[in-house]
Nanobody, 120 residues
Framework: QVLLVESGGGLVQAGGSLRLSCAAS????????MGWFRQAPGKEREFVAR????????YYADSVKGRFTISISNTKNTAYLQMNSLKFEDTAVYYC?????????????WGQGTQVTVSS
């Protein structure tokens, strides 16, 4: 059973920073791509960033490029999302995700989500 557990969300002022963590367990993830998505109230879930398990390849949504950094610790089976220069519009529930096949495919597994609230 695959389990993705996020942590690190919270309330922060605009311009501040947060780091989200996603602990993965339940199988070997060496062939997986890990990603972060977010969903704001009344909006669809949207892609934020993804990283191959090796850490060699990353990809970001234009809205977060230059502000967010995705990384991974293979030894800890944990993915991270460092969020800097946060804006009010970054407010959302952030979900960790794992893609077993094509990295751009809709995720096979999801975490439960962690709330990020940016006050203006």
């Amino acid at each position: 059973q695959v389990l993705l557990v996020e942590s690190g969300g919270g309330l922060v002022q605009a311009g501040g920073s947060l780091r989200l963590s996603c602990a993965a367990s339940g199988r070997t993830f060496s062939s997986y791509t890990m990603g972060w998505f977010r969903q704001a109230p009344g909006k669809e879930r949207e892609f934020v960033a993804r990283i191959t398990w090796s850490g060699r390849t990353t990809y970001y949504a234009d809205s977060v490029k230059g502000r967010f950094t995705i990384s991974i610790s293979n030894t800890k089976n944990t993915a991270y999302l460092q969020m800097n220069s946060l804006k009010f519009e970054d407010t959302a529930v952030y979900y960790c995700a794992a893609m077993a096949g094509i990295p751009t495919a809709w995720p096979d597994y999801w975490g439960q989500g962690t709330q990020v609230t940016v006050s203006s």
